[in-house]
């Protein structure tokens, strides 16, 4: 990436990037620093989250089923699941002009990650595992800007891969981990999981390497389990006997009840760590 054309381009706007998921969206400003490695990213000030509420009564369709529908213009969207694609472009746009408004009266470029199979110009959400298919969120989503006000400096160019968005941030961040290192592996635990390696300084998300190598809600641990079951935040929530409709205290989470000394959360953590270090091994070898 240019870093030259990048601070040119900074001048005179707000950097703001989302990240987005089942449980909700989240903006921050993105900075761009000197440092003595050169230019860096950076989190600015200004960062709004925004929870989506669930829909009674919508499930994910199995990705087979959704493939299956994908090749048939005639199927229909349930009303539920509409609901729900109204509720994820409303959070994105709600975070960005938070963080828009707080930043000041500038310009606003905007970049987008969210999990799911993109459309063919991926502008939108094509399969999704966790959430809605919404083939057209970017359109939506710009238009919902506009409504609001909020000056585009460009269109939104697509939706990323959140793996991909967190190797490319890793990477060029400031105290980034994969920033200085020719070959590297991400893994980070949300709603699902989400990959990207680093490979001869470039990194690539698992799309980017065309089909080579399995997603970790396909990938089986030896139990037979997905390694998305096993390793993503929501996975281990439901193995802990979280879930549903109910709010879930902060006391309640596993991670604070292992921290807490619990049994039952420790071995849960021993359990995932080794699915961990199963996943990490079976990608050095692929």
């Not at 009303?79 to 959070?91: D, F, M, N, S, T």
Request: a negative charge.
């Amino acid at each position: 990436m240019n870093f030259e054309r990048i601070l040119a381009l900074h001048r005179g706007m707000v950097l703001i990037g989302v990240d987005g998921g089942a449980s909700g969206f989240r903006a921050h400003e993105i900075v761009v620093r000197d440092t003595p490695q050169g230019p860096r990213f950076a989190l600015g000030a200004h960062s709004a989250a925004e929870e989506i509420e669930p829909v009674v009564g919508f499930t994910p369709k199995s990705i087979e089923v959704q493939h299956a529908q994908a090749r048939d213009s005639s199927f229909e969207i349930s009303p539920e699941e509409r609901v729900l694609q109204g509720r994820w472009v409303h959070a994105a746009s709600r975070a960005i002009w938070r963080v828009a408004a707080a930043a000041g009266p500038a310009a606003v470029c905007v970049g987008v990650c969210a999990p799911g199979l993109k459309t063919e110009d991926g502008r939108g959400i094509k399969l999704s595992l966790n959430g809605p298919r919404i083939p057209d969120f970017v359109d939506a989503l710009e238009q919902s800007l506009m409504l609001d006000g909020l000056n585009l400096v460009w269109p939104i160019a697509r939706v990323v891969s959140d793996g991909l968005a967190c190797g490319q941030g890793e990477s060029m961040s400031e105290g980034g981990q994969l920033a200085d290192v020719e070959h590297g592996y991400y893994i980070g635990g949300g709603s699902g999981v989400a990959e990207a390696f680093k490979l001869s300084g470039k990194v690539l998300g698992l799309d980017e390497l065309g089909g080579q190598l399995e997603k970790a809600w396909r990938l089986r641990a030896d139990d037979g389990e997905s390694f998305e079951s096993h390793l993503s935040v929501s996975g281990m929530n439901r193995a802990f006997g979280l879930g549903g409709s109910a709010p879930i205290e902060p006391a309640e989470l596993p991670e604070n009840a292992a921290a807490a000394g619990d049994p039952r959360a420790l071995d849960l953590f021993r359990g995932r760590a080794e699915r961990l270090a199963e996943l990490a091994c079976s990608r050095l070898i692929s």
